[in-house]
């Protein structure tokens, strides 16, 4: 099994400018986590789908966060525009029965935003 | 408020000098709690689910432990290997299907 993937693996991009990263879940996984992690937060639940359809968005930061599964094979967390805060590293994850069961990550998305 | 405590943030072993670490929670209602490895550059990595106290679980030199109020992992003979960061996570009943993570413990084991 090739794990969950996660595109790209670093980025680093100007203020203001937006932001696209990509995850590949586990082949039958039904849910779908983004995470993000910074030094000062830890990991933090940003948004989980359930087959495709989020369930829970409360930890998106604010209006300029936004994310989409438009299949049970893809999905993309979108940042515009982006600011130099929202630095961090960012996870996806899936799972097969929800996030009381193993949850397994990608390696993650290195942001950088200047 | 659901909380989740790790300690202590950084530990430092010589190889073979046995520790543990320790998770402690205050949530409204514990599903089950999480133990994860994360190497540097590389995502989280499961090891071990309890979800009941008294409840124990082992994995080559690692053992988890869990009462009401914490859990504890146990490093036996630790080897340089074994360095990594160990993030604890609680699972939450009353209607937020979520993890809660805490911060992590770094463990470095020199030789």
């Known amino acids: 099994d090739a794990g969950v993937i996660q595109s790209p693996r670093h980025e680093v991009t100007e203020m203001g400018q937006e932001v696209t990263l990509r995850c590949k879940p586990i082949s039958g996984h039904d849910y779908l986590f983004w995470y993000r992690q910074t030094m000062m937060r830890g990991l933090e639940l940003l948004i989980y789908f359930n087959n495709n359809v989020p369930i829970d968005d409360s930890g998106m930061p604010e209006d300029r966060f936004s994310a989409k599964m438009p299949n049970a094979s893809f999905s993309t967390l979108k940042i515009q525009p982006s600011e130099p805060r929202d630095s961090a590293v960012y996870f996806c994850?899936?799972?097969?029965?929800?996030?009381?069961?193993?949850?397994?990550f990608g390696e993650g998305s290195w942001l950088t935003v200047v | 408020e659901d909380q989740v405590t790790q300690s202590p943030e950084a530990l430092r072993l010589q190889e073979g000098e046995s520790s543990s670490l320790n998770c402690s929670y205050t949530?409204?209602?514990?599903?089950?709690l999480f133990w994860y490895r994360q190497d540097p550059g590389k995502g989280p990595e499961f090891l071990f689910t309890?979800?009941?106290a008294g409840e124990e679980k082992e994995k080559e030199r690692l053992k988890a432990t869990l009462t009401k109020k914490e859990s504890f992992l146990h490093i036996t003979a630790p080897k340089p290997e074994d360095s990594a960061t160990y993030l604890c996570a609680v699972h939450i009943s009353g209607g937020y299907n979520k993890l809660i993570f805490g911060a992590g413990t770094r463990l470095a084991v020199h030789p």
């Open positions: 949530v409204s209602g514990l599903r089950g």
């Open positions: 309890l979800y009941s």
């Open positions: 994850a899936s799972s097969l029965s929800g996030p009381g069961n193993t949850i397994y």
